[in-house]
């Protein structure tokens, strides 16, 4: 029987990760509640699993993302993630800096599921063989797609920038 | 703008929570339900284990206590064919359950919910069909070869309405195939609307990591 407050401990340190990973994948606020909650759960779920040969904050990114991505809302009017909390409107002063996040980040938003991991986990600063073990697929091939994914967030992030 | 320009400041907003919980609201959290497709395949599937429970007590209840000789046969065959599907049933239950307490690498997760509820998928429709002429004709056989002549209901109804033996036989294979189409059609619509969206955005999400 895992330990619990073990693990709301560790969870509370680290819910970081989860409020990430949420606010790449879900547009509203409520929907990131939803995730947090679902994630979670599955964390706790798949805690009795998590034997501490790898940190705990990877095991948990690995959870996160995987609910992430296998949770699938009734089909919406796709909007573009982009959370307005993490930015909010900053009408009166511009700052090109804070554009071109804002821009990155809406690009971002654009991008597939699984593309949204590997950038996650690029920003995190993990390397190719571990952003490879997550996913499950060769460190080779990570390269080659978050260099296609970089370009491509170039060109949207060049649109959204000028757009704005 | 390259990603690696902006890389520290997206982490740094990023990082910015708009709201911290508790580790009381995490252990709240621990007490809900999960919503996820997995969880739903888990509920439908302990309800389709109960359904099949209660078909089994009242199918072998009818096969060993009834009077005519053709309803024994025929309920009995039903029991043992709802204890094999009973059997399926919990064995995608016991697969679900192992998924849910591991936390596997994204791609071998994806793989496996997609072969769990494609299985699923599959064999319900299989079943389904498979039981409709099954049913059928096993129950016409079975009426026909009844010694006991107290099963008056279809006689009656056919002999009133259809005077000849060509028209009955007529009316039975319309029957037989509207039902089939109706029940072909409307079975894979159900479980298109039920899986088949997350099925296919599994599938994507699988060959975009394949590419």
Redesign the interface.
């Known amino acids: 029987m895992p330990n619990?407050q073990e693990f709301?401990?560790l969870?509370?340190k680290h819910?970081?990760i989860i409020?990430?990973v949420c606010?790449?994948y879900m547009d509203t606020t409520a929907d990131r509640e939803?995730l947090?909650?679902?994630v979670?759960?599955?964390a706790?779920?798949?805690y009795?699993?998590?034997r501490g040969d790898a940190k705990f904050s990877t095991?948990l990114y690995?959870?996160a993302?995987?609910?992430a991505?296998?949770?699938?809302r009734k089909?919406k009017k796709q909007v573009p993630t982009f959370s307005t909390?993490?930015?909010p409107d900053t009408t009166d002063y511009h700052n090109p800096?804070e554009e071109?996040?804002k821009?990155?980040?809406k690009a971002?938003g654009d991008l597939?599921?699984?593309?949204k991991?590997l950038?996650m986990l690029?920003?995190?600063d993990y390397n190719y063989n571990i952003i490879g073990?997550?996913?499950?697929?060769s460190p080779n091939n990570v390269a080659v797609?978050l260099n296609r994914?970089?370009v491509k967030?170039?060109e949207n992030?060049?649109k959204h920038?000028q757009f704005s | 703008?390259?990603?690696?320009e902006?890389?520290s400041?997206?982490?740094q907003?990023?990082?910015?929570?708009?709201t911290?919980?508790?580790?009381l609201d995490?252990?709240g959290?621990?007490k809900?339900?999960?919503?996820?497709?997995?969880c739903k395949l888990k509920k439908s599937l302990w309800i389709e284990i109960i359904c099949c429970i209660i078909f089994i007590a009242s199918f072998a209840f009818v096969g060993l206590f009834s009077k005519h000789w053709s309803l024994r046969v025929y309920f009995s065959t039903f029991t043992i064919v709802c204890l094999i599907f009973l059997l399926v049933l919990y064995y995608l239950l016991t697969r679900i359950r192992q998924l849910?307490?591991?936390?596997?690498?994204?791609?071998?997760?994806?793989q496996l919910?997609h072969s769990i509820i494609k299985e699923y998928v599959k064999r319900s429709f299989q079943f389904t069909m498979a039981l409709i002429p099954i049913c059928m004709i096993y129950s016409f056989w079975l009426g026909y070869k009844d010694p006991s002549d107290e099963i008056h209901f279809t006689e009656g109804f056919l002999s009133r309405h259809l005077s000849s033996p060509q028209k009955v036989y007529l009316f039975l294979g319309v029957y037989m195939v509207l039902l089939t189409i109706g029940v072909y059609y409307f079975t894979k619509w159900y479980l298109k609307k039920l899986y088949g969206?997350?099925l296919q955005?599994?599938q994507?999400?699988i060959n975009?990591?394949e590419?």
């Open positions: 619990e709301i401990q969870l509370n819910q970081n409020h990430k606010s790449i939803d947090f909650q679902e979670t759960l599955q706790w779920k798949a009795p699993s998590f095991w690995r959870v993302l995987n609910t991505i296998t949770f699938f089909e909390e993490i930015f800096i071109q996040v821009a990155m980040y971002i597939s599921k699984i593309d991991a950038v690029y920003l995190e073990e997550m996913l499950g697929i797609k994914i970089k967030l170039k992030t060049q920038y | 703008m390259e990603l690696d902006l890389k400041q997206l982490l907003k990023l990082d910015e929570v708009p911290t919980k508790s580790e995490i252990g959290m621990l809900k339900n999960t919503q996820s497709v997995i849910s307490n591991t936390s596997l690498p994204i791609k071998n997760n994806l919910i969206n997350y955005q599994l994507t999400c975009e990591l590419e």
